[in-house]
């Protein structure tokens, strides 16, 4: 009873110990160094973080030889001759990449073919925006969305659909709690590609945040 006592205390120790940046979200850790250049080195990611179980045994069950490890029980003892204990999680920490222009942020989002649908994993993505954006480093500041496509088809066409895809990114985050008045929409079309990107260049379709 005593070894199980002190793996678990040792446990919590070990969690309490942990960085606090390494318990920030990897993604809206990004969304914040490319808004604000506030970067921290690293932080966790929630995906990858795995106990360890340590094996003690129960009070009056057999117990085997000396190991260098923390198990105890005998060889072909039942699962209800000894107790299994959780170790903290083990943090795999993830790099946060630095931006190349601070205050500008590519949102990544996806939309439906030739739409301004947000797809299911678009509307995930802008909902960790809308949190960072509540916070109390941006919270107040205002933002252009500006909506980018490549030069495929008609320009005219291209940059109503532009103008429309960042219209439903202001209208998701409106609608998650930012308020409008802090949201400028445009839409560029095709005049903007990326630096050393071609016109035609599939990258050029993007939605972009930048902070005014």
């Given at each position: 009873m005593k070894l199980v006592v002190s793996l678990g205390v040792l446990g919590f120790m070990l969690a309490a110990a942990a960085p606090a940046h390494a318990q920030s979200d990897p993604e809206s850790a990004q969304i914040m160094c490319d808004l604000t250049g506030d970067c921290a080195e690293d932080v966790a990611d929630p995906n990858a973080a795995q106990g360890n179980e340590l094996t003690a045994a129960t009070p009056g069950a057999p117990r085997g030889g000396k190991t260098r490890g923390f198990s105890f029980q005998r060889a072909g003892a039942t699962p209800s001759q000894s107790t299994r204990v959780a170790t903290a999680p083990q943090p795999t920490t993830q790099r946060v990449a630095k931006p190349a222009q601070v205050g500008s942020s590519?949102?990544?989002?996806?939309?439906?073919?030739?739409?301004?649908?947000?797809?299911?994993?678009?509307?995930?993505?802008?909902?960790?925006?809308?949190?960072?954006?509540?916070?109390?480093?941006?919270?107040?500041?205002?933002?252009?969305?500006?909506?980018?496509?490549?030069?495929?088809?008609?320009?005219?066409?291209?940059?109503?659909?532009?103008?429309?895809?960042?219209?439903?990114?202001?209208?998701?985050?409106?609608?998650?709690?930012?308020?409008?008045?802090?949201?400028?929409?445009?839409?560029?079309?095709?005049?903007?590609?990326?630096?050393?990107?071609?016109?035609?260049?599939?990258?050029?379709?993007?939605?972009?945040?930048?902070?005014?």
């Amino acid at each position: 009873m005593k070894l199980v006592v002190s793996l678990g205390v040792l446990g919590f120790m070990l969690a309490a110990a942990a960085p606090a940046h390494a318990q920030s979200d990897p993604e809206s850790a990004q969304i914040m160094c490319d808004l604000t250049g506030d970067c921290a080195e690293d932080v966790a990611d929630p995906n990858a973080a795995q106990g360890n179980e340590l094996t003690a045994a129960t009070p009056g069950a057999p117990r085997g030889g000396k190991t260098r490890g923390f198990s105890f029980q005998r060889a072909g003892a039942t699962p209800s001759q000894s107790t299994r204990v959780a170790t903290a999680p083990q943090p795999t920490t993830q790099r946060v990449a630095k931006p190349a222009q601070v205050g500008s942020s590519d949102l990544g989002l996806t939309f439906m073919p030739n739409s301004a649908e947000l797809t299911e994993p678009a509307k995930a993505r802008l909902a960790k925006y809308a949190q960072v954006l509540g916070g109390p480093k941006l919270n107040g500041r205002r933002l252009r969305i500006e909506g980018h496509t490549d030069a495929s088809g008609s320009a005219a066409i291209n940059k109503e659909l532009s103008r429309r895809r960042a219209q439903a990114v202001a209208d998701f985050l409106a609608a998650s709690g930012v308020a409008r008045n802090r949201l400028d929409v445009v839409g560029y079309g095709s005049a903007k590609p990326l630096p050393g990107k071609s016109a035609s260049a599939p990258e050029n379709r993007r939605v972009m945040a930048v902070l005014l």
